[in-house]
């Protein structure tokens, strides 16, 4: 005899394929507290003597004749606990007469289910099912990583230094580029960038000795910000902290050995996103070292309009 190891999935609502169709109102009960059902495996016993069943009638109920044949094959005539439970191995044959009488002929060997079992992983590995548990394992979602996005801005602007003693100065102008990575959160994003400018902060004009004369201030600095954004449709807005780190400070290709080294500030800006991997923005850089320079006292402005190019 044969024997092939089937999964029953809970329970079997069904006896073979039987015929007969009874209705019912019984109802299942919920249990408290809940409880999870283990998959039931069983070993399915075939017999060698190959059996037929046959049935016939009008075309219209060709669904029931095949049941019907079904049933006469099992042995279930009328329904009976002591008859196979399946067909394996079934055929069917019709032959249809002046398109309205219909014969069905079904063939195959009887099986019975025995040894009824809770599943083991030996089980489930024979038929090829995953373990029970790695079922609860994948249960649980796997942690996702947030997703981040590097970037490159250009940009430039004017820039300017409040303060009495730099009232009669010239504002003066920057332009950069830099990089940045984005960071995004649950529902906002992080910015951190990092920038090489140069800039003009400050022009002073006077007249000496009936000649005119221009001193400007330039230097190269290093603009670390740190921002969080959030956006609203197409649009964003960010806010955070920047430091500057000024290099290569000089007054007419002289030495500025006066210029504060670090500008400490408060960044505040807004953009628009034109496409997912371009966009432009404004940016507002508000000093809080007022010590721009060691002599004269002064708060650093700075405006920048840049664009971003997202890879």
């Given amino acids: 005899m044969k024997k092939i190891l089937l999964l029953l999935i809970c329970c079997i609502l069904t006896i073979g394929c039987s015929s007969v169709s009874r209705s019912n109102t019984l109802q299942s009960i919920s249990l408290e507290p809940e409880i999870e059902l283990q998959p039931i495996v069983a070993?399915?016993?075939v017999l060698e003597q190959k059996v037929t069943g046959l049935d016939s009638g009008i075309v219209v109920d060709s669904a029931k004749l095949k049941q019907g044949a079904l049933t006469k094959a099992l042995g279930h005539t009328p329904p009976s606990a002591d008859k196979p439970d399946?067909?394996?191995?079934?055929?069917?044959?019709?032959e249809l007469t002046d398109n309205v009488y219909y014969k069905v002929t079904v063939t195959g060997y009887p099986a019975y289910y025995t040894n009824f079992r809770t599943a083991k992983d030996e089980d489930l590995e024979r038929l090829n099912i995953t373990k029970l548990d790695d079922k609860v394992a994948q249960k649980a979602p796997a942690k996702q990583t947030k997703p981040s996005h590097f970037g490159v801005r250009l940009n430039g602007g004017p820039?300017?230094?409040?303060?009495?003693?730099?009232?009669?100065?010239?504002?003066?102008?920057?332009?950069?580029?830099?990089?940045?990575?984005?960071?995004?959160?649950?529902?906002?994003?992080?910015?951190?960038?990092?920038?090489?400018?140069?800039k003009s902060i400050a022009t002073l004009s006077y007249t000496y000795s009936g000649r005119h004369y221009e001193e400007e201030a330039t230097e190269i600095s290093l603009e670390i910000p740190v921002l969080?954004?959030?956006?609203?449709?197409?649009l964003y807005a960010e806010a955070g902290i920047q430091v500057n780190l000024a290099f290569l400070a000089e007054i007419d290709d002289d030495d500025y050995d006066d210029r504060n080294f670090i500008d400490l500030g408060i960044a505040l800006g807004v953009g628009y996103n034109i496409t997912k991997n371009i966009s432009v923005d404004a940016r507002y850089f508000f000093g809080l070292i007022?010590?721009?320079?060691?002599?004269?006292?002064?708060?650093?402005?700075q405006i920048t309009f840049g664009a971003n190019f997202m890879f």
């Fill in 43 to 45: 070993d399915l016993r």
């Fill in 86 to 94: 399946v067909l394996v191995g079934m055929n069917v044959f019709t």
């Fill in 159 to 198: 820039v300017f230094v409040s303060g009495d003693e730099w009232d009669d100065m010239d504002g003066g102008y920057s332009f950069g580029l830099g990089a940045f990575k984005l960071y995004d959160l649950d529902l906002i994003s992080l910015n951190i960038g990092a920038s090489v400018a140069y």
């Fill in 228 to 234: 969080l954004r959030y956006p609203i449709g197409p």
């Fill in 290 to 301: 007022t010590d721009v320079d060691e002599d004269l006292k002064g708060t650093l402005h």
